[in-house]
């Protein structure tokens, strides 16, 4: 069937005449010989053929076959010689083996010793070649057309051989399904293999994706973060520029509303006053003094220093800045606080806010007793000021003055500020912020 379909496909004209010898050859063995007959004829006219000793030495011995199949053992002859005169010439084994073959077999009835001669000749062709199964063809030929001791030789020959050729068999059989076992346990281990493989594949795509969301919540978080540090920056920035404008606007305030009221009645007072007097000279140097102490208290509070590691020089610089002939000021516990682990805007607000309160008490108080105290707790800073000052009216006080700026810087840091205070009863404040 497939030799007769690959005649109708295009291809080279030596494949087609190869797929007709092939049927021909189908013919012989289905005992078809005069169909078989007409195909191998046909063959040797064509050049392919003629050009091909192997092929024509084949075709010329199968139709010599065919003759002799169809009684026609003249032509059959013919052919015979003609085949083996061919495959002398190239002294090919195999092919001198199927010649010798078939000359036994036409011989076998007519002629039977020289049918033997053949068959000999034959069975040493492919014994020389190891064919097993053409040497027991002629094994079978031999000991049908001998007898006696020759009989006994080749049938021990020829059991031997089945024997070999059994044991082989069985060996490559066996060998076969041992390769069917490894083949097939090598199929399994490689679908084991193919299906560890497919999991870790997913695995790694899983470990992707779970990758790709890593890096998208890391990029995610930067720009949040870098959007928040730009946002705080630049708040910052505006903090920082309000809290300039509010430092100018007060020391602006302080300029109009002490140092240059200060300075213009100190003016008037030189204008109409007798300076060669020595009570007027003394009050005129007062006068600058004060107007001297004014301008320092003004330029320390805008010193962007006071917080570095010299706090303390600059704490008690000020502080002592307010100790006058008319003030005694003591300074009780500032070397015992451990400033350099306070934050900044907190030792800032300690600052302003007992300037304040010294700046409230030289102006309004008449002090002459001022004790500032420091204390540590384990988790407070504590800070006690008094004055032995006229004193306040809590109920009439008005908060638009200094204390009201003093209660919201504590309240600020979180801290916790109390002030008590009476007329003629002096001036006390107390407040407190965490470390």
Not at 127 to 156: F, G, M, P, Q, W
Not at 232 to 253: D, V, W
Not at 336 to 352: D, G, L, M, Q, S
């Amino acid at each position: 069937m497939y030799n007769q379909k690959a005649l109708k496909v295009a291809t080279e004209e030596w494949r087609k005449l190869a797929a007709k010898n092939n049927i021909a050859v189908i013919f012989m063995e289905e005992g078809k010989y005069k169909e078989s007959l007409q195909i191998f004829l046909s063959l040797i006219t064509k050049k392919e053929v003629v050009n091909d000793y192997l092929f024509q030495g084949k075709a010329l011995d199968n139709i010599g076959f065919c003759y002799f199949k169809t009684n026609n053992p003249t032509r059959a002859l013919e052919y015979f010689n003609k085949s083996l005169q061919l495959r002398t010439t190239r002294n090919k084994p195999f092919d001198l083996g199927k010649s010798y073959m078939h000359f036994a077999k036409f011989y076998e009835k007519s002629n039977p010793s020289l049918a033997k001669k053949y068959m000999l000749f034959s069975y040493e062709k492919f014994t020389c070649i190891n064919n097993v199964d053409e040497r027991l063809s002629l094994l079978k030929l031999i000991i049908t057309n001998s007898s006696n001791k020759e009989l006994k030789k080749y049938a021990i020959i020829y059991v031997n051989l089945t024997d070999s050729v059994f044991e082989i068999r069985q060996k490559a059989k066996n060998q076969f399904a041992r390769i069917k076992y490894d083949s097939k346990k090598e199929k399994d281990e490689n679908l084991k293999l193919k299906t560890h493989k497919v999991e870790n594949e997913l695995q790694l795509e899983r470990q992707k994706n779970r990758n790709i969301i890593s890096y998208i919540i890391i990029v995610l978080s930067i720009s949040l973060i870098i959007v928040l540090y730009f946002y705080l920056t630049s708040r910052g920035n505006r903090e920082k520029i309000e809290a300039t404008y509010k430092s100018e606007t007060r020391i602006a305030k302080k300029l109009h509303d002490e140092l240059a009221n200060d300075i213009y009645h100190t003016m008037v007072f030189a204008e109409s006053k007798n300076l060669s007097l020595p009570e007027n000279k003394e009050q005129l140097l007062n006068n600058l003094d004060i107007i001297y102490s004014r301008t320092r208290d003004i330029s320390t509070e805008n010193n962007l220093n006071i917080t570095s590691e010299k706090y303390t020089f600059y704490l008690e610089e000020m502080i002592s800045g307010f100790n006058t002939s008319n003030i005694n000021l003591v300074l009780n516990g500032i070397e015992a606080i451990p400033w350099n682990e306070i934050e900044k805007n907190k030792k800032v607000t300690v600052y302003r806010v007992l300037q304040e309160l010294l700046v409230n008490m030289k102006k309004y108080s008449n002090a002459t007793l001022v004790g500032i105290t420091f204390k540590k707790t384990d988790n407070d800073i504590i800070v006690i000021y008094t004055d032995n000052g006229k004193g306040i009216d809590l109920n009439t006080i008005n908060f638009k003055n200094g204390l009201h700026n003093v209660e919201n810087r504590i309240i600020a840091i979180k801290g916790i500020i109390d002030i008590d205070s009476a007329p003629d009863k002096g001036f006390k404040v107390f407040f407190k912020f965490p470390i």
